[in-house]
């Protein structure tokens, strides 16, 4: 079980948040707002499209320094069209994902629509969502 | 076309072949028919509100007063899907409280992930140790995937129900709610916690976790607070469900069940190489770098009984060991769908010697058994008293009595309900005030299938032949349970 569940624990430790520029006249706003079950150190949101969500440059990121109560990320000038969030909580600040011995993830992991995967991160198909307008998001980190 | 001798020979041929034989009718029915002992893995469809159990036969032993609290499988089938191994049912906590010379019997489901998800969808869809599951599974982490069925231990006013590849699920003792999975320390969390710990003679508990070759070794007080956790490798991936120990030594028998290749169900990972031998490593406790291997002849197990070294030494612990793991990939498949037969040898209680010249023996028993257990009150020192489960034969997969094995005088005292019972893991429990091995009582249910209800007995250690000192019975039956824990 622990052998294929660590599968979890790269992609999700490699989240790249990088900003790419958008192409287009962006017309939508999403507003992401963040459950943690720890008020300490930061979550780190990145954002995604259908072409970049399994393994590509995240298109946005965000960091929300919630020991200072920034739950909410916000993400404007976007395309309308169909998103996907990962984000972990570094509950301890030291810009990472810690894992335990086993390389499973010891810190708070989310994905848009709250989605759950199955033995890996959540796909496409779960945490696929579209962005039309002002688009909210709340999620569940803890 | 026109019809000739030989399209009618082969017509004739095929015809046969196909035709019903007394034989294969009486097979067909036999696979149809519910097997006698289904009962082992019917569904519970919910928690068991406490209620008394009615004394039967015999008389409450002065002074037996505590709760056994015994884990297993108890739901498995759902409309749609259904766990289709015998290991991967949802977890039932049950506790008999016996009490001023009545038995109070409680079980609840351990409320988990898994059976949360699976209860909205009406459906079994996680992977387990041998049941496939489908897209549908919501697994983040290991304890995403926890039936939490497997045994359990106690830890003051709580009870941790153990599973295999994750974290303890802690209930409430006397309500049996689940409250939460335990994280030992912050950066161990979701490290497995197997279903075996073992208690030393210094009050400490010792339990360890398995990720392919790799271990973790857990040191506890007995309240369940970490001492501290070592990392270990073991020379050989095998399956390890079960680890023993002595006052000094930890020891990891490596059958030649191995590692093979990743993906689900577990047990699909592991190939049997019996060509490999059993190897047995023993460790140093205080020095987890300080390490033996011996080599033994090939068997499989699940279970050991708790391992003593002697003064010049010499390490010995029992075995329930099997011939090969037909049985954990077959016959617990077949034990849940209730019928036909159930394909794997019963195992044999045997006895491992680590001599200190590096030569190790296997002393058979001759006894059918599983479930050892010994004497609390020697865990990790010299004993001669091992009790188990016995009785199971190809006919009737499940045990029907309980034995003792003498490794003293060699004897084995057994007694055995016939085929209208299943009999399950016996407890050790020391009768107060005294101090010999004998002086202690086994606790045990079974399910009695001609009342079709589960039963608590007692039996004197010192008298198993003569049956149970006191039976009770329940009005219900609970499908039959793994492991259980004695709390005083």
């Known amino acids: 079980m622990t052998r294929t569940l660590s599968l979890i624990a790269a992609p999700l430790a490699a989240l790249v948040l990088s900003a790419a520029p958008a192409l287009a006249e962006p017309t939508s706003t999403l507003t992401v707002t963040f459950e943690p079950g720890a008020r300490t150190g930061a979550v780190m949101v990145a954002l995604y499209d259908a072409r970049t969500y399994t393994g590509g440059q ?85 | 076309m026109t019809p000739s001798r030989r399209h009618f020979l082969m017509g004739a041929a095929a015809l046969s072949a196909a035709v019903a ?66 290991f991967d049912g949802d977890g039932l906590m049950r506790s008999f409280s016996l009490s001023g010379g009545g038995v109070t019997l409680a079980a609840r489901f351990a409320d988990t992930p898994k059976r949360r998800h699976e209860t909205a969808l009406d459906a079994v869809v996680t992977p387990g140790f041998g049941t496939v599951g489908d897209a549908r599974g919501r697994i983040g982490s290991n304890d995403d995937a926890s039936s939490a069925n497997t045994a359990v231990m106690v830890t003051g006013e709580k009870v ?128 987890l770098t300080q390490t033996r291997l011996y080599e033994l002849p090939t068997f499989s197990f699940f279970h050991l009984g708790d391992g003593w070294a002697e003064p010049d030494g010499t390490i010995r612990f029992d075995v329930a060991a099997g011939a090969d793991v037909t049985f954990a990939i077959e016959g617990a498949r077949a034990l849940v769908a209730g019928r036909g037969p159930v394909p794997g ?24 058994a599983e479930f050892p257990k010994g004497d609390p009150r020697r865990a990790g020192l010299a004993r001669s008293l091992t009790v188990h489960v016995a009785g199971e034969r190809g006919s009737r997969p499940l045990p029907d009595g309980l034995a003792i094995q003498d490794w003293n005088t060699g004897r084995s005292h057994a007694f055995s309900f016939g085929d209208t019972q299943i009999m399950e893991e016996a407890v050790f429990v020391p009768r107060p005030g005294t101090t010999a091995e004998r002086d202690a ?16 007995h007692v039996f004197d250690v010192a008298a198993v032949e003569d049956g149970p000192v006191a039976t009770w019975r329940a009005d219900v039956a609970l499908p039959a349970g793994f492991h259980g824990a004695w709390r005083g």
């Open chain 2, 441 to 456: 009582w086994l606790v045990a249910p079974s399910i009695n299938l001609a009342e079709g209800v589960t039963e608590l």
């Open chain 1, 58 to 142: 995240a298109l946005r990121g965000a960091r929300l320094d919630v020991a200072t109560g920034q739950y909410t990320a916000s993400f404007e000038g976007l395309e309308p069209g169909e998103y996907g969030i990962k984000a972990f909580h570094d509950v301890n600040g030291n810009g990472r994902m810690d894992t335990n011995p086993f390389g499973m993830p010891i810190e708070p992991y989310a994905f848009s629509n709250n989605a759950v995967g199955n033995m890996g991160p959540a796909g496409w198909d779960r945490a696929r969502f579209t962005v039309d307008g002002a688009t909210t998001q709340t999620i569940s980190i803890r």
């Open chain 2, 345 to 368: 040898e019963p195992c044999i209680l045997k006895l491992v010697t680590l001599h200190p010249d590096g030569r190790a023996e296997l002393a058979s028993s001759g006894v059918t």
């Open chain 2, 21 to 86: 034989t007394p034989e294969r009718v009486r097979a067909a029915i036999a696979r149809d028919v519910a097997a006698p002992w289904a009962l082992a893995t019917a569904d519970l469809d919910a928690d068991i509100a406490p209620r008394a159990m009615r004394l039967v036969q015999g008389r409450a032993p002065v002074g037996l007063e505590g709760t056994l609290f015994r884990n297993g499988p108890g739901k498995f089938r759902r409309p749609g899907g259904s766990a289709t191994h015998w």
């Open chain 2, 160 to 287: 941790w129900a153990l599973w295999e590849g994750g974290s303890p699920l802690r209930m409430d003792a006397a309500t049996l709610a689940t409250e939460d999975f335990v994280t030992l320390r912050p950066d161990l969390k979701g490290m497995p916690f197997q279903a075996h710990p073992r208690f030393a003679p210094d009050g400490t508990v010792w339990n360890v976790g398995t990720n392919g070759d790799q271990v973790i070794v857990w040191h506890m007080q007995a309240s369940g607070a970490l001492i501290d956790a070592r990392m270990l490798r073991l020379p050989r991936a095998s399956y390890l469900h079960d680890f023993t120990a002595t006052d000094r030594h930890l020891i990891f028998v490596l059958q030649p069940w191995v590692f093979d290749r990743a993906g689900m169900p577990f047990s699909t990972q592991f190939a049997w190489q019996p060509e490999l031998g059993t190897q047995v490593l023993v460790v140093d406790k205080a020095d």
